[in-house]
Nanobody, 119 residues
Framework: QVQLVESGGGLVQAGDSLTLSCAASGRTFNGYDMGWFRQAPVKERELLATINWISASTYYADSVKGRFTISRDNAKNTVSLQMNSLKPEDTAVYYC????????????WGQGTQVTVSS
């Protein structure tokens, strides 16, 4: 059974940094992109960043480019999201997800971790 388990969320102040981690298990993710999403109350889910499991090529949304960094550790089967210079508008539930290359939908999702940034 495939599982994605996020951790590392919490309450921080504006300007602080936080690193989220996603532990992936249950299958090999070769041929997958891993992504981080977030969803704030009454807002649509937003794709923040993706990383290819093999090549480590990355994509960033404009809203986080230059502040967030996605990385993966193949040996530990983890994907991380380093978040710097956090702003109150970064407050949301953050999700890790995986989708097979060539497919449009994300196949696997974590349960989410709450990040709250106070001003």
């Amino acid at each position: 059974q495939v599982q994605l388990v996020e951790s590392g969320g919490g309450l921080v102040q504006a300007g602080d940094s936080l690193t989220l981690s996603c532990a992936a298990s249950g299958r090999t993710f070769n041929g997958y992109d891993m992504g981080w999403f977030r969803q704030a109350p009454v807002k649509e889910r937003e794709l923040l960043a993706t990383i290819n499991w093999i090549s480590a090529s990355t994509y960033y949304a404009d809203s986080v480019k230059g502040r967030f960094t996605i990385s993966r550790d193949n040996a530990k089967n983890t994907v991380s999201l380093q978040m710097n210079s956090l702003k109150p508008e970064d407050t949301a539930v953050y999700y890790c997800a995986a989708h097979q290359i060539g497919r449009s939908n994300y196949d696997y999702w974590g349960q989410g971790t709450q990040v709250t940034v106070s001003s």
